[in-house]
């Protein structure tokens, strides 16, 4: 079997590189930008390419080329079933009520009308989220029905920019305290406020739907958890200083005590559902204590996990010891 990489120097793409040449598995880097890709993808069996939602390029074709490789016989990753919502909460909220996955429930409308009519009738605080963004980007919480018909009536006028140059600002100046970010990288933020990232061109407004999510209060936390195969392992996020958000916050704990493993085995479960390679997943708490998931996604910032002290198998055994998750999407290839 040859596997074939997309380049990167980011992400899941360097691991993969040295796993193939410290087990002496042939493999080739390509670009799966270039015109030719098909061509040069003609010996191999697999490619991996761990695309990202805020990059361009990847965004405009990743999905599609992926799927096009998989109709052809080729093993990809990320598979379809892993892929095809990444990054579409829209997409989601259908895909996990399809399979009665448990989830905090979702509203989703296409005429304002409609949308105006039930927020008038319902009941506040609700979460407003964009389809797309990641680490909690583009996820706000509406207070109240003017606050509503506000985000009503902007989905359905100008829309909304894909990337909110302020909310960037508030998260960079987090990562900064959190001596996470280098001052030029901060500095970097501020100038976006003036001219916008390739991405938010290319993909343009988001508007034409409004989709609001219920808010479950008491959540000062989430519970992060992702399977890859027959693994599973998990992280607890703490929210923001002041904010309801947890993910993309920095503050993480990995004891593993903090983790309800009946989180564990809805994972395990609904991935089976998903027949998808690996999926992440994002846990809260409703009123009685039952776990509900909010957003999924095939990819996710790999260092963290690092610090994880084991992992669960599909039984809920505890495997104490470290591990590089990223390695184990490899030995999906294996057979």
């Not at 990202?52 to 080329?65: E, I, M, N, R, S």
């Not at 993480?252 to 479960?269: M, N, P, S, W």
Request: with cysteine.
């Amino acid at each position: 079997m040859k596997i074939a990489i997309h380049k990167s120097s980011w992400g899941f793409s360097p691991i993969w590189i040295n796993y193939c040449k410290e087990h002496n598995i042939p493999h080739k880097i390509v670009s799966c930008y270039d015109n030719d890709i098909m061509t040069q993808l003609e010996d191999c069996d697999v490619l991996l390419w761990h695309h990202h939602h805020t990059d361009a390029k990847d965004v405009l074709f990743a999905k599609g080329l992926l799927f096009a490789l998989e109709q052809a016989g080729k093993k990809v990753f990320p598979e379809f079933n892993a892929n095809w919502h990444f990054d579409d909460k829209v997409g989601q909220k259908y895909l996990l009520e399809a399979i009665k996955a448990p989830v905090a429930k979702s509203y989703v409308f296409y005429e304002k009308k409609e949308a105006l009519t039930w927020a008038k009738q319902t009941t506040y605080p609700k979460v407003f989220k964009l389809r797309g963004g990641a680490g909690s980007t583009n996820v706000k919480l509406v207070r109240s029905k003017n606050e509503a018909i506000s985000k009503i009536n902007k989905a359905f006028g100008k829309g909304f920019a894909a990337y909110d140059g302020w909310n960037d600002i508030k998260e960079q100046f987090l990562r900064f305290r959190q001596k996470k970010l280098k001052s030029v990288d901060f500095l970097k933020s501020i100038r976006r406020l003036l001219v916008s990232t390739r991405f938010a061109k290319t993909v343009g407004p988001q508007k034409g739907y409004v989709y609001f999510q219920e808010f479950i209060p008491a959540n000062n936390f989430d519970i992060r958890v992702i399977t890859i195969g027959d693994k599973a392992f998990a992280i607890k996020r703490m929210t923001r200083p002041n904010d309801f958000r947890a993910s993309g916050g920095g503050a993480i704990k990995f004891d593993i005590e903090l983790i309800d493993t009946r989180c564990i085995q809805i994972a395990f479960e609904t991935s089976e559902k998903l027949d998808a390679s690996c999926v992440a997943y994002d846990f809260v708490f409703d009123r009685n204590n039952k776990p509900l998931i909010v957003e999924i996604n095939y990819g996710f910032a790999h260092e963290p996990y690092l610090k994880c002290p084991g992992y669960w198998d599909k039984d809920l055994n505890w495997h104490e010891g470290k591990f590089n998750q990223v390695e184990w999407i490899m030995e999906l290839f294996k057979n």
